[in-house]
């Protein structure tokens, strides 16, 4: 079942359960917020959320959560905000402040955050995704060669090295865009546990990951610049990341 919910005025979704769920550990959802999905036959409060008769998805005009209240993201449980403190996106009841923060001295990953992936665990990520597209590049290549080893037609020769070249580029496009719109994450990347987001933990649509893999000619094409940029930026952005407003988390 897929969600939408308000946020400052926008219409943002569709979400599934299990992204509504980690956005209500982030405090991006909260108990005020107006959510709707199919079934409900108007915008309510996500704490008021009861399943009504099927229909059209009504469109949100002018619609913002009501602030107030969010939900814990240890206990999980609905607090008045005065009452709680905000790390990021996350926010902490005052029962669990004392070991939340003991958490944070000891250096825990938290619920509710997003651990941003460095520089070298996507290059070895990348590196896995190479190895994968080289198999197969040899696979095909060597195929067609065989085929035109055979031929003493010049002109199929060249035809068959345009059909090689056409094939592998069209695949390799069809690899990422397909892995990241569906997963998140190409092999290379679920072999390192790292997964590609939106700025709110949000999955990537398939165009955006259609454009995300051109976009990575440009942080080719600035002398691998725009792949260093990731070294250096607070949350780890390369340039096609910046471009695309995605992120690369540990998954």
């Not at 926008?10 to 917020?33: F, H, M, S, W, Y």
């Not at 199919?38 to 309510?44: H, N, S």
Request: net charge positive; hydrophobic share 45%; aromatic share 12%.
């Amino acid at each position: 079942m897929e969600w939408y919910y308000a946020d400052s005025g926008r219409q943002v979704g569709p979400v599934t359960e299990r992204d509504v769920e980690r956005l209500v550990k982030e405090g991006k959802i909260t108990a005020n917020t107006l959510v709707w999905k199919q079934g409900m036959t108007d915008w309510q409060q996500y704490a008021k959320v009861t399943h009504r008769s099927a229909g059209a998805a009504p469109r949100a005009r002018g619609v913002m959560g009501v602030a107030g209240q969010s939900f814990c993201s240890q206990c999980g449980k609905s607090f008045p905000q005065d009452d709680m403190i905000r790390y990021g996106n996350a926010w902490v009841c005052a029962v669990c402040k004392p070991i939340f923060i003991q958490m944070l001295k000891e250096g825990v990953s938290l619920a509710g955050t997003m651990e941003y992936a460095g520089f070298w665990i996507r290059l070895g990520a990348k590196i896995i995704d190479w190895i994968i597209l080289g198999v197969i590049n040899v696979f095909v290549s060597g195929s067609l060669g065989f085929m035109m080893a055979s031929s003493s037609d010049p002109y199929l020769s060249v035809t068959l090295a345009l059909i090689s070249n056409a094939f592998l580029f069209a695949f390799q496009v069809a690899y990422v865009t397909w892995f990241l719109g569906r997963f998140g994450a190409t092999p290379g990347k679920m072999a390192c546990r790292l997964k590609v987001v939106m700025p709110d933990g949000g999955r990537v649509s398939y165009p955006r990951a259609l454009g995300r893999y051109f976009g990575e000619f440009l942080s080719g094409l600035t002398l691998l610049i725009g792949y260093f940029m990731a070294a250096f930026d607070d949350q780890k952005r390369t340039l096609h990341d910046r471009i695309c407003n995605t992120r690369v988390v540990r998954n």
